[in-house]
């Protein structure tokens, strides 16, 4: 019988060979960042926001299933070999009165295991990093993002709840790679234009 455990292991693989056949040498860190999340198209078929314990580092829940942070996460970890939940957890370990964890989830210390995994904590980590492009605030707020988008971009909104996709391509169409329910997928950017922009960011330099 096929386990849980053996699943993920071929989905992750199956990942990690899309993203190592992704751009060509000399491709920004954006570039790899896209093409690493739109890998998991197909590889993640669900959507799951059950709190689950996690190793540390380079947690991760099944890749057949996640949320949209994961999606970032996995890219992150897949195109720049950088790991958003220690980043987050470290930075969280520093200045835990920076991020939304007690006001919002009555949290008093930081959580490795979840962390990384929510898009109010995403927004302050990257903010804080200096890749903040663009912040809806009262006065700004809409469901078009003012600033041109690059791929690799990260974008924001307030659909429900917080939610997060990457940039994956800017050409006729713009698409974002994202999942917002039923498993990764990439789509037009005009069909997110029922929910607010929230926020935009560009990390780490991915424009470079």
């Known amino acids: 019988m096929t386990t849980w455990r053996q699943l993920d292991r071929r989905a992750l693989l199956a990942a990690g060979a899309a993203a190592l056949a992704g751009p060509a040498r000399g491709a920004t860190p954006g570039e790899r960042l896209a093409q690493a999340a739109r890998a998991q198209v197909g590889v993640t078929t669900g959507y799951d926001p059950v709190y689950r314990r996690l190793g540390y580092p380079l947690g991760d829940v099944p890749r057949a299933t996640g949320v949209c942070a994961d999606v970032v996460v996995r890219a992150a970890r897949d195109g720049l070999g950088l790991d958003l939940q220690r980043l987050v957890h470290e930075d969280m370990a520093r200045a835990f009165s920076a991020y939304p964890s007690k006001r919002a989830w009555g949290l008093t210390r930081p959580d490795a295991n979840i962390d990384h995994r929510r898009v ?31 791929v690799g971009d990260v974008l924001t909104w307030r659909v429900r709840q917080p939610h997060v996709g990457v940039v994956t391509g800017t050409g006729l169409l713009t698409m974002i790679t994202h999942n917002i329910g039923s498993g990764t997928l990439e789509i037009p950017l005009l069909t997110m234009l029922p929910y607010r922009a929230s926020g935009h960011y560009r990390w780490p330099g991915s424009a470079a």
């Open 120 to 150: 109010l904590n995403l927004e302050v980590y990257w903010r804080r990093q200096g890749a903040e492009l663009w912040r809806a605030d009262q006065e700004t707020e809409g469901h078009r993002f003012p600033r041109p988008l690059k």
